[in-house]
């Protein structure tokens, strides 16, 4: 059993910043990638930025250039830095870690979400 935490969302001006962070613990053998999608009512999920294991990282392109993600491998854990948020960031932000439980076999697991609130 993997377990994911998300931590560090809240109610913040037009402009303002915040920095997500997402934990993962348990069965882990290796991350072979972390990211973030949210997710805003009457919507899809969607991704909003991921980090390989190799450190490659991509972002939707309605991020880009406002947020940046990160990772501490030593820690199993991924943040996202945002800047500049807007309204339409609004939404509840869910971590996504791709675990490599075994040697051979990787799933998917999600953390509960944490609610990111922008203000006009």
């Known amino acids: 059993q993997v377990q994911v935490v998300e931590s560090g969302g809240g109610l913040v001006q037009a402009g303002g910043s915040l920095r997500l962070s997402c934990a993962a613990s348990?069965?882990?053998?290796?991350?072979?990638?972390m990211g973030w999608y949210r997710q805003a009512p009457g919507k899809q999920r969607e991704l909003v930025a991921r980090?390989?294991?190799?450190?490659?990282?991509n972002y939707a392109d309605s991020v880009s250039g406002r947020f940046t993600i990160s990772r501490d491998s030593a820690k199993n854990t991924v943040y996202l830095q945002m800047n500049s948020l807007k309204p339409e960031d609004t939404a509840v932000y869910f971590c996504?870690?791709?675990?490599?439980?075994?040697?051979?076999?990787?799933?998917?697991?999600w953390g509960q979400g944490t609610q990111v609130t922008v203000s006009s």
């Open positions: 996504n870690v791709v675990v490599a439980v075994t040697a051979y076999l990787s799933n998917d697991y």
């Open positions: 348990g069965n882990i053998l290796r991350i072979n990638a």
């Open positions: 980090i390989t294991s190799s450190g490659s990282a």
